[in-house]
């Protein structure tokens, strides 16, 4: 390997070149010439990134991110040359694409996997904002730092809840393991970017339905107008089966009169895949007290027609409305919120309260994780109080009980003592 500026002769006279020529051996030990420039302490580090590449391709190695901003930032002939003579593959060529670029090819690779539009379009938007709040443009600008510093900035000057960085935390974290996956970087840059807790910041804390909560609601809806779509008998059913299956408002707008099978032995509603949130099939029993109610509703509806032609996404303005029609407060003392998605709280919450096992739960809410489904369960005030009435009583009244009682033992446990002790001193003098 050497560093040197080579010389001809023109018109016989010798002449040496401006620029210093780098000569190293490539992982077959062929002799390769690049142009070193006319510096030659730039020289020098030139020769050392090649003679690193070198080393990389020889070890079977990833480039690093130094390797990669050399990359990014040496001349075209000499990247050329690299690809040419197999030091560097040609997916490292596609680090000096634009960022922008590399995010519209992870959207088609999230629409290729069959995720939702809406799925797409939000983690797309979290990741394009963080890369314009951070000002990148290529690969080799991804800085943990700078996403900490942006979202920072949007939690205390834009009012931004932790909960919602922490969705902007997991999408370019999504984004960043896709590219380290595809061989464009080595390593992860966002390696250590951590969500926060968002328990001391959560906006909006939901809860399940108490029993007497429920049925109110399904008595006065029953007999309520229609709106969003449906009628009040429409609306009670669809409640009925949000509560029995767990169902979230979009899969229960899925579902077509075929999704049912009433003349099967153990009658059930089909969500298919493509409808789940997490994309798994999955078969909801019906139970004998909603067979026959959701049956006639069904069968009235035509063949191919949604099972409930609501309005799409608007299931909390729905229930709001029979919420207030039914003269049940939105939002409780402690402000946990009512919603529709609060129908899934409730099937966890009476789950729990019929005493079925925390394990049993997660598989009915379809839960990835035993953590999620203890976050949905709801303890309800007069639950609590039953389970804390049978704690300890510690109250000044009771104390004095206990210590008159110990004080009474102990007098008993004298006199008995005593008196052993008088027979035995009365049988040693017979």
Not at 49 to 57: A, G, H, I, N, T
Not at 203 to 227: A, D, N, Q, S
Not at 323 to 350: E, I, K, Q, W
Request: proline share 3%.
């Amino acid at each position: 390997m050497s560093i040197t500026k080579r010389r001809r002769k023109i018109n016989g006279k010798v002449v040496t070149a401006s620029k210093y020529t780098i000569r190293i051996y490539d992982q077959n030990r062929i002799a390769r010439d690049f142009e070193g420039g006319t510096d030659k302490s730039g020289a020098r580090e030139r020769e050392r990134q090649l003679k690193r590449l070198v080393e990389f391709k020889i070890a079977g190695l990833g480039l690093d991110a130094e390797l990669l901003s050399f990359l990014i930032n040496c001349p075209d002939p000499t990247r050329q040359k690299l690809v040419k003579w197999g030091i560097v593959d040609q997916k490292y060529v596609n680090a000096r694409k634009p960022l922008k670029d590399h995010v519209t090819d992870w959207k088609n690779i999230l629409i290729s996997r069959g995720n939702t539009t809406a799925h797409i379009n939000n983690f797309v938007s979290k990741v394009t904002r963080i890369i314009k709040g951070c000002d990148w443009k290529l690969l080799s600008d991804m800085k943990k730092s700078e996403v900490e510093l942006f979202l920072n900035v949007r939690r205390t000057k834009d009012g931004v809840s932790v909960e919602t960085t922490n969705h902007d935390i997991q999408a370019i974290k999504g984004f960043a393991r896709w590219i380290v996956g595809q061989g464009y970087l080595s390593s992860n840059p966002l390696e250590g970017l951590e969500t926060r807790s968002s328990e001391c910041d959560r906006r909006r804390v939901r809860r399940g339905y108490t029993l007497k909560e429920f049925i109110t609601l399904l008595c006065v809806t029953m007999k309520g107008p229609m709106h969003h779509g449906l009628t009040g008998r429409a609306r009670a059913i669809l409640y009925k089966l949000a509560v029995r299956t767990g169902m979230r408002h979009s899969e229960l707008y899925s579902l077509t009169r075929n999704s049912f099978d009433f003349d099967c032995e153990k009658p059930y509603v089909e969500l298919k895949a493509k409808d789940a949130k997490n994309r798994k099939a999955h078969i909801f029993r019906i139970p004998n007290w909603l067979l026959d109610e959701l049956r006639d509703y069904i069968l009235e509806l035509g063949p191919n027609g949604r099972a409930f032609p609501m309005w799409k996404k608007k299931g909390a303005s729905m229930i709001r409305e029979d919420l207030v029609a039914a003269g049940l407060p939105v939002t409780d003392r402690l402000a946990r919120t009512l919603d529709f998605h609060c129908l899934r709280n409730s099937l966890a919450t009476m789950a729990n309260r019929a005493g079925i096992p925390v394990s049993m739960i997660q598989e009915m809410m379809r839960h990835s994780k035993l953590e999620l489904t203890r976050h949905y369960m709801t303890i309800e005030d007069d639950h609590m109080e039953e389970e804390e009435a049978k704690l300890p009583d510690f109250s000044l009244e009771t104390l004095f009980a206990a210590m008159d009682h110990q004080m009474d033992q102990n007098r008993a446990d004298n006199h008995e003592s005593k008196r052993t002790t008088m027979e035995d001193e009365h049988s040693v003098a017979v």
